[in-house]
Structures are given as C-alpha cells and as structure tokens.
C-alpha cells in the first residue's frame, strides 16, 4: 500500500470538507499528488485506468465549489469514478478495488453516502440527475445537482431523451460534457465529428508550436483559458441551445482554475446549463496518452516504463474463437455484416473491422439502435452479426421483440460475457440472459461448452433463416480442438459427453448447459452420473430430456444462468407437460445480485464449481433439503 505520508495533500484529505479548507492555490499542487497516487496503485491492482486520469481536475473542482455530499455529483458509466473515490474516505481501501469484499469497481449507493447514483451502465446520469432535482424541487431542499457525461456516453439515445426533458423544464441542473474523444475505442458518429470541429475553431488552439503539433488529434489539443463562461456562436453550442440548455465552452478541462471559476458562477445560475470541457483520457502518464484504448483497463503495469507483464500461453479466449470465425466466415458469405455497440475490442471485432471496413458498423452507446440497425439489414436481405455483451443486450431488449423476433429477421447475436464475468460485478454479470431470450418466440438460443462448440453454434446461428444467439463466457475455453470447418450444428440436439457405467444407486444424470459441463464432469466422475451438454437452451431436446428421466433417480440442471425462468426451468416443463415424476434439483445463480469477484471464485462461493455441484447433489441425494439461502432450488416435478 502507497504510504499516505508521501502525499502531503493528499493524506490530509478524508473527505471532500477537508479539501474545502485549502486555498485554491494548493488544488495544482494537490492534483499532481492525486495523479501520482491513481499511477501507483493502480500499477499495482490494475483496474479502469486511463479514463481516472483524465478526470483528476474536474474531480478536485467539482468537490471543491459544490457541498458534498448534499449537492449531487452524478457520475456516467463509473470508468472516471476512482478519483473521487479517493477525495470521499476510501483512499485507504483502493487496494481492493474490484476484489471480492473491496471496494465497488464503479460508484456504488452501499458504498459511500458521497455515491448518491449507482452506475455501470453508460448514459443514465442525465436522467437520474433530473430526476434528483425534481425532488429537491419538490421537498424544497436546497441542494445542486450535476451530471458528469463523457462524449462516449453521449451518443447513447437515453441521453438525448433526457437532455430533450431537461432542456424544456427550468430544473436547476448542471451537464458536464467532458469530450476526450473517446470511449472505451475512439468515439464515433456525427456528434463527435462536430465536437472535433468546435475543437477545431482556431480561436480555441494555443498559437503554439504544440498545437499545431497536434493539429491531427483533437483529443489533445490544449485549449485557451477564459476566467467566465463567454458567450459562443451559434454553430458550437447550437445542438445543446437547441434542446434549451445554457452552453458554455469548450475549455480545457485540466486546468483548475478556469474549471474552479466556472463551477462557481454556473452554480448560481438557474435552470438547465452545459458545460463543455476538453481532457484527454489517460493525461499526466505518457503511455497512457498515446494508447488510451490499452490503458482502459489494466491488470497491473510498471509505473515508470508503463510496461504491462506478458501473458503466458493458454486456451483461446472465446472472444478471439468468435473473432477469427467471423473473419473466416465473411470470407464465404458476403451477406455477412457485423454491427458493435462501442464494443469494437471487448467484442473481437478488431480485424474484422480492418479487413472488412464496408462490412463493420460501430453503433456508438446505441445498444437499441445496434439492434434495430441489424433487423434493417436483415429485412433486405443481410445477415448481420450483433457482437454485445449478455449485460448490454438487456438493453436493446424491446428492439430484440419487436424489430427482430416478431418480424423473424435473421440476426445472429454474439453474445460474449454470459455469466458471471468477475471484477465488473453485478453491473456487469450476464445473469439473466437464458431466461429472457428462451421466452421468446422464434428465438434459437445457444451455449457452448468449449471453443470447437462456440465455433460450431456461430456457423449453426449464420444457417438460420430467423433470429439466434451464441451465448459464450468471458476468459478461456478448457483448451479443445478447433475444427477448421465451418460445420453447423443440428437444431435442437443435445449430446452424451458422459455415460453412467451404472454402478451405484440412485442412478444421476447431469444435464449442463455451456460453461457448467466442465464442472459437471468432474463432479459426474465421482458420482458415476452421466452428464449431457444441453448445447440448446431453446429449442431445447425435449426427447434428450425425457430419457434422462426414464433412465435416472434424479436429473440436475447446472447453468451460469438466473435459476428463476432459466434452462433449468425449460427442464421442469417437460417434465411436468409429460407427467413424469422424476425429482429435478435445479442449479444456477441465486436470486440476487452477485457482487464483483474473481469468476472462479464467485462460481465456488455459489457452490458452481465441481466441487460445489458434488456437494449439492450428495445433499439431495441423502435426501436433505437445500438451504433456502442456497443458489439452487430443489424442485420437484410434480404430477398433473
């Protein structure tokens, strides 16, 4: 841990009071402390990186004009959070960041009184901000709010419903549009190209040889100062006027005492007003500035050099298995289109997008337009590939029903992160994805149990003349053999991956679902079980399932999935739509939110790694109940 007494300033500051007190002349001296603390620790834990850095003198301003914590700092998305969680009472615990039991990766209501908005998601801070000043309005509390939103955030459509809300009431709320031209990979989209050219305006450039060093990078010019909000032309701040906001700027978002003064005289101005600052992701470390995108987040790195520790070999992650089979696939199907929401690393859409540039579609924060965009190809006859997170596909949810499914358009989704995905949290899981697709009509849904599977089910998706998902974990496969082929699948067919020798009574069959066939197995070998790769959450092989049953004293589903609705609930159906009585013990995730950790970790704390699904079924076995606080549900399928 970093020794507080390294840090003059810094130490001395427990809560955003005792930053209060200071002279303003201290806040430089203090942001450099703040910076060099955020390089330190996070070389060491790793955790969202570039995006802090770039926040530092915004954070110490905000905290410095406005009484917090009652005055309301809304933070976007959370990437930008960790400074503030330093100056709010948690410098000490910022070694646990994203650890189990640590603290929160992004602001947290349950964490601090000073997170008066809890976040993880892009583009709600706008909403959530109005909607605090409607209650102070209303309960006559005389507090101010600011939503603190980065261009990134910006483009996503929840945005530009609140700021059109916002802008036609006379709600006291202050917009920070802090434009680093970047999200998570550069920013894209015609909001970003006119921030580029108001950045542009050669009244806002230092005449400097350095800013026409920069000339080709707007995300790192360095702008004029102004001691006051100035009025502005109508072309720069027109988009915001527009939606009847007060506009200010842009000015350079690290220079404290332009930002201090603005903050001070937009804190007394009434109804809705923006400013417009400009920072760059990653300022004050080198490496970070010139590759924010890998900087983003980090798992560790050398302070000094920036250096990042190499990776041993391993298994193929299952974004780089989707990754080259899209390549691959593109390369015989010309139909093929692929569309990101923002996502373009995350998702292995990297050399796609280099070797098909006509053929890529980054939506921006757009999950809703990401998917609709999709259904607009495929009613013309396309077949495009969504690539999305299972977290972020909850929000193109409506768009899934009904521009997709109910038209029965052929759009494959890539759904990378199913299940538990560690560090992010709860935010983050892809928890519920098995229950809210296999509701709906049409949809082919997918989970494989390692890399030739995920393979394989892509090209089953591409061979569907209707709406499907591949739904796969986030990290490594268990290291199998990749066909070369691009061979499909059949339709709704499960597969034996182990047979029961038949030894022992009661007799057990496992029927898993992607991810939890491994842990399966190993448990299925102490138990002599036999265990099923489901493969198909919907349509799912009933006749698979109706065997297993005939066969066996009892049937456990096991799945990375909400047990609540999910494919072991698909299970139970059929069991009771057949009148049969076999006992089904249904294994998943509990009902409620699982906090951030190690995957492996959670998935043994939840009692879903093999030793955990032994234990659990031993359980059932002797015939004792499970524990209502247990993340399974013993059901038992009963007669009609």
């Known amino acids: 841990m970093s020794d507080a007494s390294s840090y003059t300033l810094l130490g001395k500051i427990n809560e955003p009071a005792d930053l209060r ?24 834990v790793g955790g969202h990186f570039a995006a802090n850095l770039g926040t530092v003198e915004l954070t110490l301003a905000l905290h410095y004009v406005f ?131 108001i950045m542009a305006g050669k009244r806002y450039l230092q005449a400097t040889a350095e800013g026409k060093r920069h000339a080709e990078r707007p995300k790192r010019w360095h702008l004029q100062q102004r001691t006051k909000p100035s009025d502005t032309s109508a072309v720069d701040g027109a988009l915001f006027q527009s939606l009847g906001f007060d506009y200010y700027g842009p000015i350079d978002g690290h220079d404290l005492t332009s930002l201090v003064d603005h903050l001070h005289i937009l804190a007394d101005r009434p109804g809705p007003k923006l400013l417009h600052i400009a920072t760059v992701k990653g300022k004050g470390f080198d490496p ?59 998702s292995g859409l990297v050399n796609f997008a280099k070797q098909y540039p006509d053929r890529y579609f980054d939506a921006a924060i757009a999950e809703q337009h990401a998917v609709t965009l999709g259904a607009g190809m495929a009613a013309d006859g396309l077949h495009p590939v969504v690539a999305i997170y299972s977290t972020f596909l909850q929000r193109g949810y409506d768009q899934l029903i009904h521009d997709v499914a109910i038209q029965n358009l052929p759009v494959l989704f890539a759904l990378d992160r199913g299940g538990l995905v560690g560090a992010d949290g709860a935010t983050h899981h892809g928890a519920f994805d098995h229950s809210f697709l296999r509701c709906i009509p049409n949809m082919v849904v997918m989970a494989p149990s390692d890399e030739n599977e995920c393979r394989r089910m892509l090209s089953t998706g591409m061979n569907i003349d209707g709406p499907s ?22 339709v709704g067919k499960a597969r034996i991956v182990r047979q029961s020798k038949g030894r022992r009574r009661p007799r057990v069959a496992i029927l898993a679902f992607g991810a939890m066939v491994h842990p399966a197995l190993e448990a299925a070998d102490i138990l002599d079980a036999t265990v099923v790769d489901m493969r198909f959450i919907k349509p799912i092989d009933a006749s698979m399932v109706l065997d297993m049953a005939n066969e066996n004293d009892l049937l456990v589903t096991v ?70 606080t247990d993340s399974g549900r013993d059901s038992n399928a009963m007669r009609s």
């Open 559 to 628: 799945e990375d999935n909400v047990v609540m609705g999910g494919a072991g609930s698909a299970v139970n159906e059929i069991i009771v739509s057949q009148h049969q009585t076999t006992p089904v013990l249904n294994l998943g995730l509990p009902d409620h939110f699982v906090e951030h950790g190690g995957r492996e970790q959670l998935l043994t704390e939840l009692g879903l790694d093999s030793a955990g699904l032994l234990r659990r079924i031993q359980k059932r076995l002797r015939g004792k109940d499970l524990d209502l």
């Open 67 to 197: 009484d917090t914590p009652n005055d309301r700092l809304v933070w976007d998305v959370g990437h930008q959070a960790y400074p503030h969680k330093v100056l709010t009472g948690r410098r000490t615990r910022m070694e646990t960041i994203r650890k189990h039991g640590g603290l929160h990766p992004f602001p947290s209501r349950n964490e601090s009184e000073y997170d008066c908005f809890g976040t993880g998601h892009s583009s709600t801070s706008v909403s959530a901000a109005m909607g605090m000043a409607v209650a102070a309005k209303q309960t006559d509390c005389k507090r101010k709010v600011v939503a603190i939103i980065g261009d990134g955030g910006m483009t996503a459509g929840m945005a530009f419903e609140a700021l059109n809300h916002l802008g036609s009431t006379d709600l006291d709320v202050l917009v920070i549009y802090n434009d680093n031209d970047m999200s998570i990979s550069e920013n894209v989209g015609a909001l970003r190209n006119h921030s580029a050219q």
């Open 469 to 490: 998902a591949v739904r796969y974990p986030r990290g490594n496969g268990p290291g199998a053999i990749v066909e070369p082929e691009l061979k499909p699948l059949v």
């Open 21 to 44: 007190v200071l002279s303003r002349e201290d806040l430089p001296a203090l942001s450099v402390e703040l910076r060099r603390y955020l390089i330190e620790t996070l070389a060491r």
């Open 288 to 346: 970070a500035e010139e590759a924010p995108i890998t900087y983003h987040g980090v798992t560790g790195f050398d302070p000094v050099t920036g250096n990042m520790p190499k990776k041993a070999a391993a298994a193929k992650p299952y974004t780089q298995i989707f990754s080259e089979w899209l390549c691959e696939m593109a390369a015989v199907n010309p139909r093929l289109m692929a569309i990101t929401p923002a996502m373009r690393e995350g």
